[in-house]
């Protein structure tokens, strides 16, 4: 089993920034996949960022340039970065842990951007 645990949400003006941690336990693999997702309210929950245990990234178009997703040096923590934040960033972002077919996610932690 693979327990994860979210925490850095909170409330910032726009263009502020926030730092979001994801910290991985239990059956963890050397292998996998962490993710960012946010879903905003009344809204589909949609990828932010992903990075592999190769250190490859991915991210939405709407977070290019403003986001940045990166590892912990023990390999289970996974950090989104959040700059230059806008009101459309406001949702509950939820940690994902992808390995061999399964899905693990986290409790999700709120990110308010004030207008």
């Known amino acids: 089993q693979v327990q994860l645990v979210e925490s850095g949400g909170g409330l910032v003006q726009t263009g502020g920034s926030l730092r979001l941690s994801c910290a991985a336990s239990?059956?963890?693999?050397?292998?996998?996949?962490m993710l960012w997702y946010r879903q905003a309210p009344g809204k589909q929950r949609e990828l932010v960022a992903g990075?592999?245990?190769?250190?490859?990234?991915n991210y939405a178009d709407s977070v290019k340039g403003r986001f940045t997703i990166s590892r912990g040096g023990a390999r289970n923590t996974v950090f989104l970065q959040m700059n230059s934040l806008k009101p459309e960033d406001t949702a509950v972002y939820f940690c994902?842990?992808?390995?061999?077919?399964?899905?693990?996610w986290g409790q999700g932690t709120q990110v308010t951007v004030s207008s």
């Open positions: 994902n842990l992808y390995q061999v077919g399964q899905n693990y």
């Open positions: 239990g059956s963890i693999l050397s292998s996998n996949h």
């Open positions: 990075i592999t245990t190769g250190g490859f990234t």
